[in-house]
């Protein structure tokens, strides 16, 4: 497979305005959404606390994120006196641009099964419905997200003050230690799509349900790469930095006016972006079923309500878990999803050699279980005996 | 389902009821002795109840209320008294609402509505005159611009009188020890007090005024009659 057929041809200014028109709908696309996802957000977790919600602004209180916008803009902006000032200013652009641009390797939509290739045709050119299609697609990807860890490091060593830089050490040691479970858990998506790009990887999941990567590789991957891309978008129950009670508000604490809108703006980019990621990875992104009429359309259809199941499930989660406490955290992502992408990696590893190979696939699948369940038990074996060890360590001289 | 059942709890919240309100539109229901803005009463006949004894000023623990008492011109008396109140003034920025003013009235002129919604803006206007307290010919209490009255807001406007009795008695629950007022007539008591309404104590005004209460009861002083009904039902 090759790229983006709009650039089969040569680059001429038609295929310039093309770019940069579909830049500024993707960037119109993921600010509408972020409206609508804040509003969302706030009427779901209102219900779930049996309130009501934002009912003021417009009907069904729908504007409020729009007040809001326009309220912080015209707030005063302002700045600790030990604030080192232009990386303040700098910190919150760094935390919305790598939302942005992860967004541009997200596929909306197109027409995968039946051979096509996902292309539409418009004023005689064909293209993807995706702003860039970088073939080290997920490469862009985990790169961004580690971008996005700068902008929150910044923010709190920049202003000059204990919470927000207390804030964002934990939040730069939890997106580090979480980036590799969600890397890990990607390598399997990658290993069965056989490329980075997203637009193969979406092209190679367009067959039945069964093609889907959550479902090819077991669910596994994707239970990891959740839980990684929650503690990833510092939400609850991973929200660690933010933490109210402890910290105030973690790394913008210091921050007001549009500077803290930004940050703001950011984490819901974020959500919507890794929602949209996890459909693209996981769920075939814009593959479904066509009932009736163009299929292009239900493509964007299937892709949103996919995207909305999982914005739907980031509220719930903030609805329902409380926060995880720090060493939980670590604990969770360091010994258990880390070693659990591994092994599951070895696993579709050993069954993708099988398939070159041609051995059985069950007797494959049960002696790689099988491996991978005394590793299982070996690690967690070590860790049992490394804490008891550590305990005695501390306390034995003193019980003895 | 175990480490899953919480996020059933928090889903089945969407499709239960509400406990906030949306306020300002919509209003929970008062209680029935809610201590609000001040009513200054009058008899049936259109006269005044108060006296000008400054006793309400005096009790004000916010030292809010400014009376003064004048002695009624003879050919057109205001009260029914000697003397009645020619200038009566609340003052609302410092009005704690504990309602001392209205137990310690000798003569039920003073007593509260339900309303606590009135945002004036100036201080002129968080003082209450007579003329603005003084409850009109139709003996609901006057609505200024700035009072957010609702439907139900100017009953009851003497229900503290009417729960317990003016002199504070729990024995002389359920009996008319109250004048009458403009607009209603001499209000029958609130019942229910003491639980079931059925039981609460006969409310005849002429037996009432006859004589002593406790005479021929079996019951002592300060104890409900009620009480031991109830715990004989029960």
């Given at each position: 497979?090759?790229g983006?057929?709009l ?17 500024l ?7 509408v ?5 804040i509003?969302?957000e ?9 309130r ?33 000032k ?19 390797i ?23 419905l ?9 490469l862009f990807?985990?790169?961004?997200s580690s ?16 919470y ?5 050490v ?18 399997a ?15 190679a999941q367009?067959?039945s349900i069964l093609?889907?990567?959550v479902i ?12 990684a891309a ?6 609850p ?9 402890e ?8 921050y007001?006016?549009i ?26 992104g ?11 359309i ?11 199941v999982?914005?739907?499930?980031f509220?719930?989660?903030r ?6 406490r ?7 992502g ?15 590893g ?11 696939r ?11 369940t ?20 501390q306390?034995?001289?003193?019980v003895? | 389902?175990?480490y ?10 969407i ?12 209003k929970?229901p ?13 008899y049936?006949?259109?006269?005044e ?16 209320i ?5 002695d009624?011109?003879?050919e ?15 003052n ?21 509505s339900?309303?606590f ?8 206007d ?6 603005e ?9 006057k ?15 003497s229900?503290?009188?009417?729960a ?47 004589g ?23």
């Amino acid at each position: 497979m090759s790229g983006d057929p709009l650039f089969a041809g040569g680059v001429d200014w038609v295929v310039v305005a093309f770019v940069v028109v579909k830049a500024l709908i993707g960037f119109t696309i993921v600010m509408v959404g972020v409206i609508f996802m804040i509003w969302f957000e706030r009427k779901v977790i209102a219900d779930m606390q049996n309130r009501i919600g934002p009912n003021r602004a417009g009907r069904w209180g729908l504007a409020q994120t729009l007040a809001d916008g326009i309220k912080l803009i015209f707030k005063e902006d302002l700045w600790p006196d030990k604030a080192d000032k232009p990386v303040f200013r700098l910190a919150p652009y760094l935390s919305v641009a790598p939302a942005f641009l992860t967004f541009t390797i997200v596929p909306i939509g197109g027409v995968f099964s039946g051979g096509n290739d996902g292309a539409v045709e418009l004023f005689g050119r064909r293209t993807w419905l995706q702003v860039a299609d970088p073939p080290v697609g997920v490469l862009f990807l985990l790169a961004m997200s580690s971008i996005a860890v700068y902008g929150i490091m910044l923010a709190g060593w920049s202003s000059g003050s204990k919470y927000p830089l207390l804030g964002s050490v934990r939040a730069s040691a939890q997106m580090v230690s979480y980036e590799a479970a969600l890397g890990l858990s990607v390598v399997a998506v990658v290993l069965l799509s056989g490329s980075l790009s997203t637009h193969d990887i979406v092209a190679a999941q367009a067959g039945s349900i069964l093609d889907w990567n959550v479902i090819a590789t077991a669910g596994v991957p994707f239970a990891i790469f959740c839980v990684a891309a929650t503690a990833e978008l510092n939400r609850p129950p991973f929200d660690l930095v933010e933490a109210e009670q402890e910290l105030v508000g973690g790394f913008h604490t210091e921050y007001s006016s549009i500077r803290f809108g930004m940050f703001y703006l950011a984490e819901f980019m974020n959500t919507i972006t890794m929602s949209a990621i996890i459909v693209t990875l996981f769920l075939g992104g814009p593959a479904g079923p066509v009932l009736f009429g163009p299929p292009l359309i239900w493509g964007i259809l299937w892709f949103t309500l996919k995207v909305l199941v999982f914005l739907f499930t980031f509220v719930w989660l903030r609805a329902t878990l409380p926060r995880y406490r720090y060493d939980q955290l670590m604990d969770l992502g360091w010994k258990r999803l880390i070693p659990l992408a591994l092994g599951w990696l070895l696993v579709i590893g050993a069954q993708r050699i099988g398939l070159d190979r041609g051995w059985d696939r069950f007797v494959t699948g049960a002696a790689s279980l099988v491996v991978l369940t005394l590793a299982a038990v070996a690690l967690f074996g070590a860790i049992r005996v490394a804490e008891r060890r550590r305990q005695s360590d501390q306390f034995g001289e003193v019980v003895a | 389902m175990g480490y899953f059942d919480g996020f059933l709890v928090t889903l089945k919240q969407i499709f239960s009821d509400r406990v906030t309100s949306e306020y300002p539109k919509e209003k929970r229901p008062k209680p029935l002795r809610h201590h609000g803005r001040h009513v200054l009463n009058r008899y049936e006949d259109g006269m005044e109840k108060c006296i000008g004894c400054e006793l309400c000023a005096g009790v004000c623990p916010a030292r809010c209320i400014y009376v003064r008492g004048a002695d009624n011109p003879p050919e057109a008396p205001v009260s029914p008294g000697e003397r009645w109140g020619f200038v009566y003034e609340i003052n609302y920025l410092r009005c704690i609402h504990c309602d001392l003013c209205v137990e310690a009235c000798p003569t039920e002129a003073i007593t509260e509505s339900k309303l606590f919604e009135f945002s004036f803006t100036n201080r002129e206007d968080a003082i209450y005159t007579r003329s603005e307290l003084l409850v009109g010919d139709d003996g609901k209490p006057k609505k200024l611009p700035w009072e957010d009255w609702r439907g139900g807001d100017d009953d009851h406007t003497s229900a503290w009188m009417r729960a317990t009795s003016p002199n504070g008695q729990a024995a002389y629950e359920g009996r008319v020890q109250w004048s009458g007022e403009l607009g209603y007539g001499v209000r029958a008591p609130e019942a229910g007090q003491s639980g079931d309404p059925e039981l609460a104590p006969p409310t005849d005004v002429e037996a009432t005024a006859k004589g002593p209460l406790y005479a021929g009861s079996d019951t002592a002083p300060g104890e409900r009659a009620s009480d031991h009904r109830h715990v004989e039902a029960s």
